[in-house]
């Protein structure tokens, strides 16, 4: 058993440290926002996360076991050996990382480690650009603790792979496990750490440097994306002749060099992490004069997908001042994060075109609001669909699938399809965006 801290509590931050606590370990969870550390203290989870809520409430609160709390304060980590950094690490406005939360962060972990005589680890969990660990972090750690990283403290990079929905059964299932440590007692803590969720899931433990540890990040989430926009490329032309994308999928998906994960092909790739970790090591690659030619087009070829949906609808129907249903809002099925949503493109488009947008998501909706308050909002998709002109598929989620008759409701019934959601059938006229 090891006595972790983990900063930030967030959808990385709380997922890890229940799981960890869930696996044997101690955990207190660090967090600058009172409301999510009473939440963990209460018993609950604060965020949204399939199996997360029952974890909470087996670790944190009144009943429980007791290995999970939280705090607002920093002085908690002198309580444990081993602290985790999950804070966000955002994009500026050319798409390069900014690392201001993670340096003001390690300022005051570094300040109050400044206090510990013994020996302590810090495990860089967030996706940071390669080399923000060794030159960025650890110097702030050091000057702010005014000891030596190697010799008083010790610094490792972990990256995490989990999915947002998914991301209990990710991180207690990985892929592999990737320990990324510049000295050997970091990494022997790191193990320290892992051991239990190692032997338990029987994952192949990849060990190295802490900057390699960090471009492994990015170039999962880069190749991810990128196989994502090749099969949306493919898909784009497929349309143009005419051919089913998803029949050319399946085929290539039996060639095991290819696999069928990630082959779905539509509206293309949003959420929190794709866009920004492709944006940052993008502006990364060009600072160091090389142009990511691949990660470039992989991004435009996303950024075309939400066009070309709306170009698929304005064959059919002109929606000035007419109804057009939105179907889905969140990035994709299972969560309401809504960030970078191919949902917003999409509204931004009708709005261009002067429609009056009537928008449906099962869970998503509150957090649209806020960047669209303007729209109409309904609780059923049938509401949407009632009197709309066209509907546009963004999220396929359960509820949209399930859709049958519900159009027939429609005063015309386009219905362009971003997501494979829904079947072709009579008395609607149809598009799949790559089919
Ligand atoms: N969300 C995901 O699915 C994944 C995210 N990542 C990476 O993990 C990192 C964290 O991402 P998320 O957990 O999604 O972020 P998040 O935004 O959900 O959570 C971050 C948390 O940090 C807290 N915080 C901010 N400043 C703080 C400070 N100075 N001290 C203490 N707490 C502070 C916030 O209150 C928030 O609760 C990012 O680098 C992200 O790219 C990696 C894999 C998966
Ligand atoms: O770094 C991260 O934060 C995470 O980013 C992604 O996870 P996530 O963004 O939660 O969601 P995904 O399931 O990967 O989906 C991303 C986007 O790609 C789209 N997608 C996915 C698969 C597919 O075949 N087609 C497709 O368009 C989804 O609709 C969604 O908009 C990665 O899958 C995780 O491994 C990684 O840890």
């Known amino acids: 058993m090891t006595r972790l801290s983990v900063i930030g509590s967030g959808y990385v931050g709380t997922t890890i440290a229940a799981c960890f606590a869930d696996l044997g370990h101690g955990v207190i969870n660090v967090d600058i926002d009172q409301e999510i550390v009473d939440t963990i203290n209460d018993g609950s989870a604060p965020i949204h996360e399939d199996g997360l809520a029952e974890l909470v409430a087996e670790h944190a609160g009144p009943n429980s076991t007791g290995r999970l709390e939280a705090t607002t304060d920093y002085e908690a980590v002198l309580d444990t050996d081993v602290t985790f950094l999950c804070l966000p690490t955002p994009q500026n406005g050319d798409g390069s990382i900014d690392l201001s939360i993670m340096e003001a962060a390690a300022d005051q972990l570094g300040a109050t480690l400044a206090a510990k005589d013994a020996w302590h680890t810090v495990i860089v969990k967030s996706t940071v650009v390669p080399g923000s660990t060794e030159e ?7 000057s702010a603790s005014d000891d030596t990283a190697g010799d008083e403290f010790g610094v490792g990079m972990n990256p995490e792979f989990l999915r947002e929905g998914t991301a209990v059964r990710d991180f207690l299932n990985p892929d592999k496990v990737v320990l990324g440590a510049d000295d050997d007692r970091a990494l022997e803590d790191m193990y320290s750490v892992f051991d239990p969720l190692i032997d338990q899931s029987d994952a192949p433990v990849v060990e190295t440097d802490t900057r390699t540890a960090e471009m492994i990040k990015y170039a999962n989430n880069s190749f991810l994306a990128s196989k994502i926009s090749l099969i949306n490329d493919i898909g784009n032309i497929c349309k143009e002749f005419g051919i089913d994308a998803y ?16 082959l779905r092909s539509g509206v293309g790739w949003g959420g929190s992490c794709f866009p920004k970790d492709t944006a940052a090591i993008r502006a990364a690659a060009r600072n160091k004069d090389y142009e990511p030619a691949m ?15 709306l170009s698929l609808m304005d064959n059919h129907v002109d929606v000035a001042g007419k109804q057009v249903a939105v179907l889905g809002l969140a990035f994709k099925p299972g969560t309401d994060d809504i960030r970078n949503s191919r949902a917003i493109p999409v509204i931004e488009g009708l709005q261009a075109r002067g429609a009056e947008i009537v928008a449906y998501d099962p869970v998503a909706i509150e957090n649209m609001r806020e960047r669209f308050p303007d729209i ?4 059923t998709p049938a509401t949407a669909l009632s009197e709309a002109a066209a509907a546009l598929v963004v999220t396929d989620w359960e509820e949209i699938t399930a859709l049958d008759d519900e159009f027939d409701a429609m005063s015309t019934p386009v219905v362009v399809d971003g997501r494979r959601a829904i079947d072709r059938r009579d008395g609607i006229v149809y598009e799949g965006l790559t089919w």
């Open 136 to 142: 960025d972090i650890t110097p702030i750690l050091e």
């Open 247 to 262: 029949e050319v999928a399946d085929a290539i998906a039996l060639d095991d060099r290819i696999g069928e994960q990630f």
């Open 295 to 309: 990660l470039d087009a992989a991004t435009e070829v996303n950024n075309r997908q939400p066009d070309r949906l």
């Open 376 to 379: 109409e909002y309904v609780d």
